[in-house]
């Protein structure tokens, strides 16, 4: 009979996925910042890392990066894709996993959606039916 994991379980995953995802990030972020990439389109770069998603077995980490600003993202993007060996390689050192998971690296567009919203709750329509009506006095 097969079993369904997911069923019922949180929108990012399970707390298993969740938690190594969390543990990634991290490992990842102090490999970033320490500057152990040594990568000429990498120097200069503040990259965050504000996600990491990992698949139900454990194998494949979905990484969401944005670099500073949100300046020269293809570039970056790139750049962390060629090191991809290298930073799978550190990570497994640094992550207590059976396998050391594969890494896909994406560009984290929820800062440009927030602003896109940000904008639209300041256009005038929307602050016209935000305002509080004079009429209820």
């Known amino acids: 009979m097969p079993r369904h994991h997911n069923k019922g379980s949180a929108p990012g995953g399970s707390q298993r996925q969740l938690r190594v995802g969390e543990t990634v990030r991290h490992a990842l972020?102090?490999?970033l910042s320490q500057g152990?990439?040594?990568?000429?389109?990498?120097?200069?770069?503040?990259?965050?890392?504000?996600e990491v998603r990992m698949s139900p077995d454990l194998k494949l980490a979905t990484?969401?990066?944005?670099?500073?600003?949100?300046?020269?993202?293809?570039?970056?993007?790139?750049a962390l894709d060629r090191n991809k060996k290298?930073?799978?390689?550190?990570?497994?050192?640094?992550?207590?996993?059976?396998f050391s998971p594969e890494l896909?690296?994406?560009?984290?567009?929820?800062?440009?959606?927030?602003?896109?919203?940000?904008k639209?709750?300041?256009?005038?329509?929307?602050?016209?039916?935000l305002a509080p009506d004079s009429d209820d006095k």
Do not use: S
Request: aromatic residues 6%.
């Open 63 to 78: 990484i969401y990066v944005m670099p500073l600003g949100g300046r020269n993202t293809d570039i970056v993007l790139a």
């Open 86 to 98: 290298f930073l799978r390689g550190e990570i497994a050192h640094r992550v207590n996993l059976k």
């Open 104 to 118: 896909r690296f994406r560009v984290d567009e929820r800062f440009d959606e927030a602003e896109r919203i940000e």
């Open 36 to 50: 152990n990439v040594h990568d000429p389109d990498l120097e200069g770069h503040i990259i965050t890392v504000p």
């Open 120 to 129: 639209l709750l300041r256009t005038p329509a929307v602050q016209r039916d």
């Open 29 to 31: 972020a102090d490999i």
